[in-house]
């Protein structure tokens, strides 16, 4: 039996308001640019994966060099050798062994870990870490408008390619905005037929044109992402996992097209362990060899495009470095963001690690932060993009001046 925090679930349902947000910006294309940088003719992709629910970074990307770590984290740490040994991407740190297509893109110099990092939120609320998440503004409750799609503003216009592109029933917090965003939600549920579809899009064109572009341009999104490749692969795994994988395949191909989005936001719920979060193996390990596949997806169907891509995978918060009574772990401040793409200055583990002795603890309970994830995120935007500091700290991250770009993260 899992736990889940009521917050988290309630997180989870879909709001009346938040649909109709999606469905508003469905209907705003746009004429964004095509992003091909002078210097070296890269026409850079960049989608950022939410982790909703709090990730244990250390059951994660686990610190088995550190002799407090084994037990802090008892029957649940990763181990160095035995069975479902962690794969150890330097002599300190080890990565969870649901994860080989990570490990593998780590080899090839594609992905990288920045450890011990958090946003500037403190406290241990879901709602109030994922506003400030997705918001970009260092407190909860500032606005009802994300860092991506303010970076989306920031950038020139140009050539017309489309709009952002949020994946899932809702638009994230950190797409919403004023810069225009196209929705895709993959749906389990029987499609119209062709033929129904027609009839519509005749009757809106004669009724409702704005209403009959949206249809057309909807249509065409859908043909695109779905189709054949979409069906699930032989051992692609069931439930959550497949569908991760189904979602990242989709969103990808939709991305690799000539005038496809450059931008892109998911999110993936369910990482919330206070109980039951197992350790090589179990439930923690099968969400994460979800998100293994989901990254595995986009570079396959990327295809030639996955070379000039990042992928920021990031979390509200961290995971208590000690496990609780139920073999799981509480809200905690620390966690990791996973880099991965072709663009990646990878092979690489980015930390000012603290150390889990008592002493070093955060609150003594869990892994202090030493890197701020506006550093992260700011520095890709720069190098995939070319935003200026002033705008990053003004505009996308508001009031964030003191936080550097952090360099080197683009190869």
Known sequence: MTMECSESLILQATSRRALLLGGASFAAWAYLPKFARAADGRDPRFVTIILRGALDGLATVAPIGDPDYAGLHGTIALKADGPN??????????????????????????????????????????????????????????????????????LPKGERVTSALAVGPTTPLVLRGAAPTVGWAPTALP?????????????????????????????????????????????????????????????????????????????????????????????????????????????????????????????????????????????????IALLAGGAVNGGRMITDWPGLKPANLYQARDLAPTTDLRAVIKGVLHDQFGLGERVLADAVFPDSGPVKPMKGLVA
């Open 85 to 154: 040994a962690a794969v150890m991407l330097d002599p300190f740190f080890g990565l969870h062994p649901a994860m080989p297509e990570f490990a593998r893109m780590y080899r090839a110099k594609q992905a990288a870990v920045v450890h011990a990092v958090a946003t500037s939120y403190r406290d241990r609320s879901h709602f109030d870490g994922q506003d400030v998440l997705e918001s970009g503004f260092p407190g909860p409750g500032r606005v009802q408008s994300g860092w991506l799609n303010r970076a989306l503003e920031a």
């Open 191 to 335: 499609q119209a037929a062709d033929d129904t579809a027609m009839r519509l899009l005749d009757l809106y064109q004669h009724r409702d044109p704005t209403l009959a572009s949206a249809l057309t341009q909807g249509l065409q999104l859908e043909k695109q992402a779905q189709g054949d490749e979409m069906k699930p692969k032989p051992g692609g795994g069931g439930g959550g996992v497949a569908a991760m994988r189904l979602v990242a395949r989709g969103a990808a191909k939709l991305m690799a097209a000539d005038d496809g989005p450059r931008i892109g936001a998911l999110a993936f719920d369910g990482w919330d362990t206070h109980a039951n979060e197992g350790g090589p193996v179990g439930r923690l390990a099968q969400l994460l060899g979800g998100l293994d596949g989901a990254l595995a997806e986009f570079q396959s169907a990327l295809g030639a495009r996955w070379h000039d891509t990042v992928i920021v995978v990031a979390t509200e918060f961290g995971r208590t470095a000690r496990i609780n009574g139920t073999e799981g772990t509480d809200h905690g401040t620390g966690t």
